[in-house]
């Protein structure tokens, strides 16, 4: 799938299931320099999502606010794996295999059949600005709606600040 059609993917499921949301379109993001000076929103809506591969082959997308990191020891504890069987997917295998833009990449993605986890430092949030598959558009809905439509569990998965 391309990231094109993987935009309209996940639009057209947003729509078929009436989800209210908004897209913003911008300049192309590829790191968090860029989407703090870039987007047109402020970063405390801003929830980015990481792709990480088990060495048993699912995927495993994890939603964390903007700044957070993702803490790979509670990662493991909370997938039940050992630490080594967690990898960072590669950018070539985010794109030309998932269908996402870097800098684009949305906890939405059912076909794939990912594990999404949302850090618990979300769960606060009521508006969140995600990814949408393309890094110059950017999705804006409300929380409990990203959380339900991707199947989101909550998890404590990052560092403490």
């Given at each position: 799938?391309?990231?094109?059609?993987?935009?309209?993917?996940?639009i057209a499921l947003l729509e078929s299931?009436?989800?209210?949301?908004?897209?913003?379109?911008?300049?192309?993001?590829?790191?968090?320099?860029?989407?703090?000076?870039?987007?047109?929103?402020?970063?405390?809506?801003?929830?980015?999502?990481?792709?990480?591969?088990?060495?048993?082959?699912?995927?495993?997308?994890?939603?964390?606010?903007?700044?957070?990191?993702?803490?790979?020891?509670?990662?493991?504890?909370?997938?039940?794996?050992?630490?080594?069987?967690?990898?960072g997917a590669s950018k070539e295998t985010v794109v030309d295999e998932?269908?996402?833009?870097?800098?684009?990449?949305?906890?939405?993605?059912?076909?794939?059949?990912?594990?999404?986890?949302?850090?618990?430092?979300?769960?606060?949030?009521?508006?969140?600005?995600?990814?949408?598959?393309?890094?110059?558009?950017?999705?804006?809905?409300?929380?409990?709606?990203?959380?339900?439509?991707?199947?989101?569990?909550?998890?404590?998965?990052?560092?403490?600040?």
């Amino acid at each position: 799938m391309s990231t094109a059609e993987r935009f309209e993917a996940i639009i057209a499921l947003l729509e078929s299931k009436e989800i209210d949301h908004k897209v913003h379109e911008h300049e192309a993001v590829l790191t968090l320099q860029d989407i703090l000076e870039k987007l047109p929103f402020p970063d405390h809506l801003l929830l980015k999502t990481l792709v990480f591969q088990l060495d048993d082959g699912r995927w495993v997308f994890a939603a964390i606010r903007g700044r957070d990191r993702v803490d790979y020891k509670k990662l493991s504890t909370v997938l039940d794996v050992r630490r080594q069987d967690i990898r960072g997917a590669s950018k070539e295998t985010v794109v030309d295999e998932l269908g996402f833009d870097i800098g684009g990449v949305c906890p939405i993605a059912s076909d794939l059949n990912p594990i999404v986890l949302f850090d618990q430092k979300t769960t606060g949030m009521e508006k969140v600005c995600c990814g949408s598959g393309r890094n110059d558009r950017t999705i804006e809905m409300s929380y409990v709606d990203l959380m339900k439509i991707s199947n989101g569990q909550p998890s404590d998965i990052t560092k403490d600040i």
